[in-house]
């Protein structure tokens, strides 16, 4: 998880925290992974110093998990699905780069 994070820029005043939910193809998305990234959501986006939730995920079933987090979740603070084009096992993996991408701008 070190590694996710190793390339990213913070902002003064932010710290970074990754969790791992789960690691697999986002076409084997089922109840039981969108149950505990929910209850995991849930509770950092309770905690006061969380200003939000990057969640890297695979493309093929972004869609479904944001409707799911969209239709349970009812905080203010942002949720970005960050959309992982590439399998995390490959050599060039992509999701490190689209934090690095997406969380300055976010957070802002």
Known sequence: MGDL?????????FTLHAEQIAQ???KDMDFA????LYVRSEYWL????VAGLIIVHGTDARE????FLLSLIQRSKPIVLS?????V????????QNCVTQL?????
């Open 5 to 13: 994070l190793s390339d990213i820029a913070v902002p003064d005043g």
């Open 24 to 26: 697999l193809d986002s």
């Open 33 to 36: 992974t969108w149950h505990d």
């Open 46 to 49: 309770a905690q006061d110093d």
């Open 64 to 67: 479904e998990t944001s409707y």
């Open 83 to 87: 959309g992982a084009m590439l399998r």
């Open 89 to 96: 096992t490959t050599s060039i993996f992509n999701g490190p």
């Open 104 to 108: 300055p701008w976010r957070l802002r």
